[in-house]
T-cell receptor, first 109, second 115 residues
């Protein structure tokens, strides 16, 4: 399966700390996206990084992509309680879209 | 702006019944996606449409599942007959294009329970 796998499956940190989650995938991709899902809600797009990009920033989010290692990381800096959610990576290869298994992040106030 | 609208939000029905899930994509979006989310299998792409035409339905689990998009503002996912293993949260998403270079916008899902 091309499905991405996030690591760790669950992460618990104190408010103000940084959170890092990783995504690994199996085949070449066109781009990789990160999404957030709050409990009982749909996924919300956070950031898209193309295969020819290595790093991208959006507010407190920093995403890196290493196509040689087929991996990506999402860093959330200065975490807040409102960041508590599940985070998914999604890979795109032509007509196929695959979501990873997700990292459940808990930010403790 | 109105996001992707799904209905119903919750559906409980007995096995063997027909279930119809509905989705209204964001106006102007040309691609529509149906996903299923379960604890065991995560988020799975069932089918997606470009300009109302089904492009890839390889994720549809079996013939009991069918999806239609009669116009740019409406899509349905139908299960007939339903089975307990179909219990899941079903999401609809839309994007400006289906090339994968655009973010997908998700509805809040339909939580389906088949008894």
């Amino acid at each position: 399966s091309q499905q991405g796998e996030e690591d760790p499956q669950a992460l618990s940190i104190q408010e103000g700390e940084n959170a890092t989650m990783n995504c690994s995938y199996k085949t070449s991709i066109n781009n990789l996206q990160w999404y957030r899902q709050n409990s009982g809600r749909g996924l919300v797009h956070l950031i898209l990084i193309r295969s020819n990009e290595r790093e991208k920033h959006s507010g407190r989010l920093r995403v890196t992509l290493d196509t040689s290692k087929k991996s990506s990381s999402l860093l959330i800096t200065a975490s807040r309680a409102a960041d508590t959610a599940s985070y998914f990576c999604a890979t795109n290869t032509g007509n196929q879209f695959y979501f990873g298994t997700g990292t459940s992040l808990t930010v403790i106030p | 702006d109105a996001g992707v609208i799904q209905s119903p939000r919750h559906e409980v029905t007995e096995m063997g019944q027909e279930v119809t899930l509905r989705c209204k994509p964001i106006s102007g979006h040309n691609s529509l996606f149906w996903y299923r989310q379960t604890m065991m299998r995560g988020l799975e792409l069932l089918i997606y449409f470009n300009n109302n035409v089904p492009i890839d339905d390889s994720g549809m689990p079996e013939d009991r599942f069918s999806a239609k998009m009669p116009n740019a503002s409406f899509s349905t996912l139908k299960i007939q007959p339903s089975e307990p293993r179909d219990s899941a949260v079903y999401f609809c998403a839309s994007s400006l294009s289906g090339t994968g270079n655009q973010p997908q916008h998700f509805g809040d899902g339909t939580r389906l329970s088949i008894l």
